[in-house]
């Protein structure tokens, strides 16, 4: 059974920092490009940041770039976001995702930021920024 959990949310001021993880079993964490996405009330999930299996190819959305950075230990099973000068906008709900198929391919989608790519989601953690 795939399991993704994820944790270190919590509640920051205006340009703090949070570091979320996120702890997957039942796939092959090592084969699986490994994406964060966020969901803010009344507004669509989002994906905020991918990384490839290599641990060092990564993208970001354009909101989060140059503040966010994203992460992952093969070893530990474990994908990362470091978030700093946070802003209140970033508020939101941040899931961690996977897909089986692409994980069964070792490649990242190329639309990474749509979430119909991934079948595999965590419960998500949550994140308050106050002004």
């Known amino acids: 059974q795939v399991q993704l959990v994820e944790s270190g949310g919590g509640s920051v001021q205006a340009g703090g920092s949070l570091r979320l993880s996120c702890a997957a079993s039942?796939?092959?964490?090592?084969?699986?490009?490994m994406v964060w996405f966020r969901q803010a009330p009344g507004k669509e999930r989002e994906g905020v940041a991918k990384?490839?299996?290599?641990?060092?190819?990564?993208s970001y959305a354009d909101s989060v770039s140059g503040r966010f950075t994203i992460s992952r230990d093969n070893t530990k099973n474990t994908v990362y976001l470091q978030m700093n000068s946070l802003k209140p906008e970033d508020t939101a709900m941040y899931y961690c995702?996977?897909?089986?198929?692409?994980?069964?391919?070792?490649?990242?989608?190329?639309?990474?930021?749509?979430?119909?790519?991934?079948?595999?989601w965590g419960q998500g953690t949550q994140v308050t920024v106050s002004s």
């Open positions: 995702a996977a897909s089986a198929e692409w994980g069964a391919w070792g490649a990242c989608p190329i639309m990474w930021k749509n979430k119909s790519r991934y079948n595999y």
């Open positions: 039942g796939i092959t964490f090592s084969r699986n490009c």
């Open positions: 990384i490839f299996t290599d641990g060092v190819t990564t």
